[in-house]
């Protein structure tokens, strides 16, 4: 499971573990500026060392985790939360985020709803 060169791909070890769904969308994050190491905006090919601090910011939350093995390839679950050791606060609740709460029975949004969700999202 764990490599035996020092570093690995920041953008791979992101996906590796689980933290997004696929590589492509935490290559899309670090270059968006989503991705911290040890304080530091990461590019997605900046390599990653044990011990270091990763902060993942995703739907108004951000995740740090301290690296505690590297690994090249997507492994399960359970052994993908012994890679790193999670520092982050609790996620907040869906309600407190204000996003895409709406009352039993309201039907489909309208397009302005649509519009005001996704610029509370952080836009597209």
Known sequence: MGSDAGTVRVDSWIWSVRLMKTRS???AACRAGHVRINGERAKPAQPVRIGDE???RQEGWERVV???Q???K???AVPAAECYVDRSAPRPPREALGVGVR???AGRPTKRERR???QLRGGL
């Open 116 to 118: 005001e969700w996704e």
């Open 74 to 76: 997507r492994v399960g």
């Open 103 to 105: 009352e039993r029975g």
């Open 25 to 27: 969308t935490a290559a």
């Open 70 to 72: 590297l690994v090249r």
């Open 54 to 56: 990763v902060r993942v």
């Open 66 to 68: 301290v690296v505690s």
